[in-house]
């Protein structure tokens, strides 16, 4: 029996372009001698829908596009995540299902039993759980179907959930595994899959061929990565990532293979990667070609550019060097030089002239008050100001430049250097930013050493230095990922070795400046927890704030 | 017996301020003599807590406070509402509990069962549901817990629920019913709320004592009017809305009672005090004091300041009105008539030197290209600019006057008019501004005629009508509605009567400006579906758009 995976990159909602692509990839699986096609978790709404789930509409559509497919399975057999209705008045409308498309009929359903409701998931709100376990016979061949959380609970062991789906399903005794998934990257998470998809295979002494989705839909990043392993829970392979690919796999030489095919990843080049998906899919599935963003002479605004620039193509991304009367000449240089490298059309447009219209008009209000972090603000929003209006005069996405760690402590201004439609750095602390300006150098100087060695500097008033009001980024990214990441209390991080007011003073910055990330573009995620869907904070508590 | 119900205004995180308030409540029910003091929902945390409860360091200090109220419970009994660990491994970390604590001990703690994971709602992301149910014993009479949720599916007719909580409690012949919430206000959730209490107490033939918070929590506001109903179904008491209430009920003379006590619900009312709720407690709860808002001689910023100066103190609320030169000479004449009228100080700030400052920066890269939306949005950004300015300067929030039929369509500025800390008629459709505008001049001229009658207007070019690009507000509001709160298909909102392209052209609009709205300051919440966290929408889907 041949087995193809396709791990597309599907569109929310988009069900002509999805449907038009699976089509494809079922030809083509047929000309390869497929017996059946995998498709991801809810491939035919894209993922995640959201609350479109909500619109009777949008099923309709899904079901639609589900009866299309299955006039399609004939001669092969055609594995497929779409929502279905439950038709029990109690509980959710919806299951989380894989359809089982044969001699074009809707052979069976198995729905997800295990729905993630953390982070960034929301699988409560639209379904409910499956609750009845079987396999399905084709070709002689018993199949386990099953829907990504849905092989996450191994023997029962992850503290999460009370019921091991698989554990049930094995009871047929199936001869191999199918999982559909919708796994979105995070750097370090592509491990955990191996090696949860190996503890399957052990456990069940029977192949798993896993598909998942490759693309970005907003700010959530799937990075492909479908695996294939044995029943010796060796990896026969591991298809690739960021891009869209089709495999057939033969299941008696899968079988009987001992090799371990498993990729190198290497932390910035997985991020690299990411970024770039994250990019195209924004633009692309919103129909836009061109960026523009606000070059500082930074290191932030650096790498944006770099991975704009490779994303979407120099000519498609136009930087501004907004330089106001606190920026150093170096600025304006090392930002020229920067946009020469990668070719991309610039413009210098100095801010003062605006700046100074600005503070007459706020003359008599403002008169006697001494500069400070309003007149900060306003050079910040001066350029978000020109930037957006480029972005409305020319149709680019203006490019959020924000990181992390100043996302984290609200050192940024909001309807200044916060604006953007989407962030593309904003899940890596500063130290992380300069490692991968560091990996964009890696084989040739594009980002100019100056901006790498230079101390950061917002340069809103004279001689000014992030490290005036923060402490070095080493520690201060070392605490915030304490706090954000690992969800420690003040004296964990304090028994860590960090000063004990330090701590507080930086854990107080993250809570009152919820309201300001609030409001920030969606931010492409690449961590375990990112600022944005993922994390859900009150703006008005007052915990250690 | 007699049951005191305390519906007061708690604060997310503020565990000492949250329990000093309980201490003196616990006192004055002592003081008239009551046996059992009842505290809303999640009381100890305030609520939603959000993403703290994943902190355990925000657990532990829950608990702490829990405990701190145990030493209270002594000659009275406190049922009051906080998480509780979940024992077993499996399953989330924590349940959703009421406390009931007496003697200076936990007599017994309830968790609540149904656990609402729609709409703003998300217990499913922290909770376990209880699955046990039990009643307690006190003083001769055996009562059932419950919390919010669990007596919303009375006879298993809640179509999202498989369980019936409290026809597992009566099983144990309970001779009261207490239900701890927090039922988020919305101006037509109230009688909704009277019935399920009435259809509870029919179908047991025991009273139920409900308690409510009261207070906005950022965008969601409670409203109180907790409730006291007999085995007859009849509404013994209703307690105030929008205030903070402590009562003691006496079981028998409510038992004995046939007096049906509710209070009259006048849509623009409720939705006026409860916008005056949200606004006082956005800036209570932060720190804050004074607002800041950009009259433009308009109807919405004009309600918007109506509200604020209620709210605050009319001596709080400073407008600036900045004209441009497309601002009819009216508008400012208006918008100082309302400033007057009010108290409030204002500024008058042209901005026309500061865009021609811009315009001249931009003069090269825009070069030969007409006038059009760019600089439109440029003028609401310089006053998005200055407003902020002020709000840096002298520690004013700026207010967001946006409305929910601008919202839906996109017809306001990112980073101009739609800047604010708080979003205060962001759920109101414009023809309900006009409604709640009317109401604010049911007595007086508040607001000057001249602004309630006149064609709404951007002003942002020559002789701009909101008509020249938009229906009427009669038609778009209802269109809207549909679509956003009934989730109709467009095929369905058709049937009602109303163009096809229309239809087509207003539910496209919606969806393609969901990029905006992820950038929009939080909402206060008055409708059954708001625009920010109970409405999830993906940016880069491609679903009627």
Redesign the interface.
Known sequence: MKIALAQLNF????FD?NYTKMKQAVADAKNQGADIICFPELAVT?Y?????L?????I??SDQTVARLTELADGIAIVVGAPSKNPV????DLFNSAYFLAEKKILHVTHKTLLP??DIF?E??YFEPGASFHTVSYKGKKIALSVCEDIWNVG?EN????ICPLDEAAKYNPDFIINISASPFSFNHADDRLGIIRENTLRYKVPLFYVNHVG???EIIFAGGSVVANQHGDIFDEMPFFEESLKVFDLEEVQQSRKNQVQQKNKMELIHQALILGLK??FG??GFKKAILGLSGGIDSAVVAVLAAEALGAENVRCLLLPSQFSSGHSVDDARDLAENLGTPY?I???K??Y???M???D???KG?PF????E??QA??R???L???S??FGNILLNTSNKSEAAVGYGT??GDM?G?LSVIGDLYKTEVFELAAYINRHQEIIPTHIITKPPSAELRPDQKDSDSLPDYGILDRILYEYIEE??????IEAMGFESKLVARILRMVNINE?KR?????VLRVSDKAFG?G???????????
Chains 1, 2 share one sequence.
């Open positions: 569109h929310i909602g988009n372009g894209g995640p829908p959201r609350d479109f909500e619109f009777s509409d949008f309709r559509l008045v109690e509980g959710k409701t953390y929301d409560y709100r029962n503290p999460l959930y009370t970005a839909q907003t899919d924004y599935k919103l413009d447009i100095p801010i002239t605006t100074d219209a600005f007459k008009a706020l008599v209000p403002f008050l400070g972090l309003a007149e603000n306003l929003r001066i978000g100001t020109i957006m209006a480029f409305n005069k909001l309807y604006n439609g969800q420690k209390s003040p004296n964990e309201f609030y409001q920030m573009p969606p869907i994390r859900r904070m009150p703006i008005v508590g007052k915990y250690l704030s």
